[in-house]
């Protein structure tokens, strides 16, 4: 098992930026893709971002797409989510997750954090 712990949320302005990271022990030897995923009052949990451990191989979610920017440190085990011109609609708790395979499907991570909020105001 891998334990996530998720830091860096917090209330901004619309156009600010925020970098969020996620910081993973355990065994983390067994899992190859670090995801982003957010959930907003009353919504489904989302697909936000995701990074291969070996390959350095992104994906990013077409909301995000130019605005975010996952990236990861091996040596620290930890992976980052730089969010730039934050929108309103960006605003939900965010979950670090990890699994054995890049997808977007929520289902296929097997370990997650418990979450920060970002909060942006217009």
């Known amino acids: 098992q891998v334990q996530l712990v998720e830091s860096g949320g917090g209330l901004v302005q619309a156009g600010d930026s925020l970098r969020l990271s996620c910081a993973a022990s355990?065994?983390?030897?067994?899992?190859?893709?670090r995801a982003w995923f957010r959930q907003a009052p009353g919504k489904e949990r989302e697909f936000v971002a995701a990074i291969s451990w070996n390959d350095h191989s992104t994906y990013d979610a077409a909301s995000v797409k130019g605005r975010f920017t996952i990236s990861r440190d091996n040596a620290k085990n930890t992976v980052y989510l730089q969010m730039n011109s934050l929108k309103p609609d960006d605003t939900a708790v965010y979950y670090c997750?990890?699994?054995?395979?890049?997808?977007?499907?929520?289902?296929?991570?097997?370990?997650w954090g418990q979450g920060t909020q970002v909060t942006v105001s217009s």
């Open positions: 997750a990890s699994g054995p395979n890049l997808s977007l499907n929520r289902a296929r991570y097997d370990d």
């Open positions: 355990g065994r983390t030897s067994s899992t190859y893709v």
